[in-house]
């Protein structure tokens, strides 16, 4: 009787833990193994330690399966294309079944643009909420070494983030 | 070696596993680039440090593999930066301003550097000079674009702990090179003009560790600006007397003949490993100013008494080449094993495996040392390795890249 109350305690406090650590996974589903994408993977896991969530950005490739149940948040990592959606990653949104917790993050490649948008949930996104922003990258910029402002290709990369991170923290 | 190894391999790989650890995304040529920029970055820093006229590892790596190690090390710095820097604009990414200033000074860098080997005279110093300023200038850009490029962000705090490491080493190094931490003051105390073999003695304020067969680099101010020299040690005195026997060729050269006694230098070293350990038997060549060494060793040996057998084959234009302090009789008298062969151009005679053989007559068992310009040095190598001497039992230390 008292094996079994042990037992059984020890279960649930290791699924309550096992719960708790698995909760903080945010995997981000990618198309190909660029630079972008293992640029943004690792800003990514940068700007959520920067910001003390304790969340673990788990890089996933599209085509292997995610653990939706464990999972604090999706992100689909939508770039290498100017515009729309990669088809590959089109395939596993499409195939989502926990929307409600996937976000679709576009870096457009070929685009200057600095302009950092959220858009709601429509074809184009694929029924998911998205944040879209341009892929290129110039680093901080000199200034930013010696107090200065940083570039505003930083500035671009930091938003989004941002916007990511806020958008996460209101996921169920 | 082992250091070389460390430096060189070992440490930057775990720089780059560091990197990349963790990582997703990372396509195979992604991880190349990543390991070409790092570990051209540690290449850069070893470079300095190892190349630098440090005579505390004189022991551990010798100056002339330094040098020639440096050179080899540099050509992989340039493929691994030429790598770096073609991915990065295949790809299309950004190059910033600091990252271009970088690589037009590295290549600057090189493109000097290959000038420089075919240089003599003031053109070798200048190239020297600029090399060196070309050098703090990589150096400076280097900390700035990895900074930029936010390496020092994305590594652990081992990681970082290692660059600072490289970066703070190498650093000093130059730094103390070229403020001369390790130059000694000295002061003329006999000049003696043979021909133009030059002798002169200089009485060090501070002990200087070296000894015969080593040589030490040698400025004087008044004499031709910042430059230094090197020149062989024909004799240590005790701690504080050295003697350098040197070849008026340039400017430089004929400059420090008319130094006057008391006449106020420096020098630093020992460099060169030109000294024979307990070998069995010894066999030294020589010809023109590459007998400097092997008369220092020998006359080193003979305070020593060594018994052992001895060959000197020395080829001269004729006896008033030998520096004046040097009495080749009495070292005959002072070493009873050694035996003197004279190559007199008068005689007509060259280093061949015939002369070897009948003067040494059983060749193997003797270890060689060899001091001589390259050109009689590949005629004596071709004449020992047709005498099945290994190349194990050949000693000689190669500063030219030729």
Known sequence: MVTQIVKTFGLLAF??????????????????????NSDALEFIQSRFDEANTG?????????????????????????????GVDRKLAEFVNADPAKSKTVMVSLWSGNADVKVQSVSPSAATLGLDGITAASVWKGKGLGAMFGGKVSSEYAMHQEWSRRLIEWIRKAK | ?????????????????????????????????????????????????????????????????????HAMASMGVLLALVFHA????????????????LLAAILLLFAGAMLWRKKTGKGYDRSKQLHKALLLLVVLLVFLHVAQAEYLEKIPASSL??????????????????????????????????????????????????QAGQFVYLRAPGVRGREEHPFSILSVLGDSTLRLAIRMLGDFTRSLAKLPIGAQVSVHGGYGAF????????????????????????????????????????????????????????????????????????????????????????????????????????????????????????????????
């Open chain 2, 86 to 101: 073609g991915f990065k604009i295949l790809a299309g990414k950004h190059i910033d301003a600091i990252s271009w200033i």
């Open chain 2, 275 to 402: 000294n024979p350990g307990s070998e069995n038997a010894l066999c030294f060549v020589a010809s023109g100013i590459g007998m400097v060494p092997v008369l220092g060793v020998l006359q080193d040996l003979a305070k020593k008494a060594d018994q052992r057998q001895m060959f000197l084959f020395l080829a001269i234009k004729d006896e008033s080449e030998v520096p004046a302090s040097v009495d080749l009789a009495a070292l005959q008298r002072a070493l009873p094993g050694l035996n003197v062969v004279l190559l007199r151009k008068a005689d007509g005679l060259r280093f061949s495996a015939k002369l070897f053989a009948e003067k040494m007559g059983e060749v193997a068992k003797f270890r060689y040392y060899l001091c001589s310009s390259p050109g009689v040095r590949k005629q004596v190598l071709h004449a020992l390795h047709s005498l099945h001497v290994p190349k194990q039992a050949i000693f000689y230390e190669e500063f030219s890249l030729h």
């Open chain 2, 161 to 210: 702990l290692i660059f600072l490491a490289y970066y703070l080493v190498a650093l000093f190094a130059y730094v103390a090179t070229l403020f001369g931490a390790f130059r000694k003051s000295a002061e003329v105390v006999s000049i003696q003009v043979r021909q133009d073999i030059l002798e002169v003695e200089l009485r060090l304020k501070r002990p200087l560790r070296c």
């Open chain 1, 55 to 83: 969340w673990k950005a788990v890089g996933v490739p599209v085509g292997k399966p995610v653990d939706f149940a464990n999972a604090k948040a999706v992100v689909v990592l939508n770039s290498g294309v100017p515009r």
């Open chain 2, 1 to 69: 070696m082992l250091a070389l190894l460390l430096l060189y391999i070992v440490v930057p790989l775990v720089q780059v596993a560091l990197l990349v650890q963790g990582r997703s995304a990372l396509s195979p040529l992604l991880v190349v680039n990543y390991a070409a920029s790092v570990l051209a970055l540690h290449w850069i820093l070893a470079n300095i440090f190892v190349t630098a006229k440090i005579p505390w590892f004189q022991k551990a790596l010798p100056y002339d593999r330094r040098v020639r190690f």
């Open chain 1, 15 to 36: 699924l309550a833990v096992a719960s708790m650590a698995a909760s903080n996974n945010v995997y981000v589903v990618y198309n190909g193994n660029t630079g972008t």
